[in-house]
């Protein structure tokens, strides 16, 4: 899979964290057992559970898991600051945030090669933010064939849609984002990445499981006051779009520098989606 800063990923943190639906933020929690077990696909520097967790109850393990040791001693480091309180206990971090108990344990896997090799611990939920578009139609089912073979609960956001509206309007804009979508198309370290049809994707998957799948929109709706972000997104996108070599020379230049100026704003789509195996409410409601 293609590396991601810290830096970035910091940068990027408050936008997606605004950008969740809560809805099914909230309905997670309904179908959530406590304690709960959640292993984090691709976790970055743990952003995902800083999410979540202050929805999921006063009792949580979780497993990080990421190909990048790099990113994962950033994920340790950052969840003990957020925490306030963080103790070791072996190889895991003990999180004490809002009254909640949260131990958290570090793994360094190729979830290329095998993403069920991340669930031996057979978690409750399986989560991922800000993966699947990045994954194969092939690594997906995949996925969705590991976590039902547990019978998980699985919840992820903010993959890509491919809807995108940058303002004001460009001349490129059209190009650009053709281009974009293109490279996006490649391989990203799973196979040809889905792209905007991830969510579909994992719709499709979990449903021949038989799991109730729900999905909503998650878009950045990104200010001019958020101008760092929109600067890296754009020169992010501009270099994509430029490698394809669909454009003209210097129009993805062209465009990051109008899209650097002050005034501009963008809503980049994405969608979360949650899907719940059959039975498991049965399994799992408290006694009256």
């Known amino acids: ?43 970055g520097t743990g952003s995902n559970l800083r999410a979540l967790a202050p929805h999921l109850g006063p009792a949580q393990d979780w497993v990080l898991v990421d190909h990048d040791p790099a990113l994962l001693a950033a994920a340790r480091a950052r969840l003990a600051a957020w925490a306030g309180q963080a103790e070791a206990a072996g190889d895991a971090l003990i999180l004490h945030r809002d009254g909640a108990r949260i131990a958290v344990r570090f793994r360094a896997l190729d979830l290329a090669a095998d993403p069920a090799a991340a669930l031996r611990d057979a978690p409750d939920l399986v989560t991922a933010a800000a993966l699947f578009d990045l994954a194969s139609d092939d690594w997906i089912a995949a996925v969705a ?8 609960v699985f919840y992820t956001a903010l993959t890509y849609d491919g809807r995108e509206t940058w303002t004001p ?37 979990f449903r021949r499981h038989g799991y109730a799948v729900e999905t909503a929109a998650s878009p950045w709706r990104l200010s001019p006051g958020e101008a760092a972000l929109l600067r890296q997104l754009a020169e992010g996108t501009a270099r994509a779009a430029e490698e394809t070599g669909r454009l003209p020379p210097g129009d993805a230049a062209a465009w990051a520098a109008a899209r650097r100026a002050s005034g501009t704003g963008a809503v980049i789509g994405h969608r979360d989606l ?3 195996p059959p039975g498991w409410n049965r399994r799992h409601d408290a006694p009256a």
């Open 145 to 152: 064939q590991a976590v039902a073979a547990i019978g998980a």
């Open 169 to 205: 309007p460009h001349p490129a804009d059209a190009a650009i984002h053709a281009a974009f979508l293109a490279h996006q198309a490649g391989d990203k370290g799973f196979g040809p990445a889905a792209g905007p049809g991830a969510t579909e994707a994992l719709a499709s998957a």
């Open 274 to 276: 949650l899907a719940v």
């Open 1 to 43: 899979m293609s590396g991601f800063s810290p830096d970035w990923l910091a940068l990027r943190e408050p936008a997606d964290h605004a950008a969740r639906d809560p809805g099914l933020v909230a309905a997670l929690k309904r179908a959530l057992p406590a304690p709960v077990l959640a292993v984090d696909l691709g976790c």
